[in-house]
Nanobody
Framework: VQLQASGGGLLQAGASLTLSCKVSGHIFSNYTIGWFRQAPGKEREFVGAIFWTGGTTYYGDSVNGRSTIRRDSGSDTVTLRMDSLTPDDTAAYYC?????????????????WGQGTLVTVSS
């Protein structure tokens, strides 16, 4: 499976963003597609994830309540929408696929990674 994240850029605090993750190749029905972010000098942080089949979502504590993950089955794309952005949301955002771990939240539980897309939020 291959993953390609896109949609990053420079935004103002308070704005919303939508990132896309195009998933291609051999996709197993039990994949979980996750979003992570990594700010300079910090560890990679779990943002949220969605079950490829069924569409169940779950989120990390730092973004819960202002993030929504959806899957567009027609285009095999998973989107991450985040509202009420702050400078603390500045990071490289990555999408990844987990095949073997239910409710995966840790980076090592994801076997496949896409390249990141950079989001910068100015105050």
């Amino acid at each position: 499976v291959q993953l390609q994240a896109s949609g990053g850029g420079l935004l103002q605090a308070g704005a919303s963003l939508t990132l896309s993750c195009k998933v291609s190749g051999h996709i197993f029905s039990n994949y979980t597609i996750g979003w992570f972010r990594q700010a300079p000098g910090k560890e990679r942080e779990f943002v949220g994830a969605i079950f490829w089949t069924g569409g169940t979502t779950y989120y990390g504590d730092s973004v819960n309540g202002r993030s929504t993950i959806r899957r567009d089955s027609g285009s095999d794309t998973v989107t991450l929408r985040m509202d009420s952005l702050t400078p603390d949301d500045t990071a490289a955002y990555y999408c990844a696929a987990s095949h073997f771990t239910a409710w995966a939240r840790r980076p090592y539980e994801y076997e496949h990674w896409g390249q990141g897309t950079l989001v910068t939020v100015s105050s």
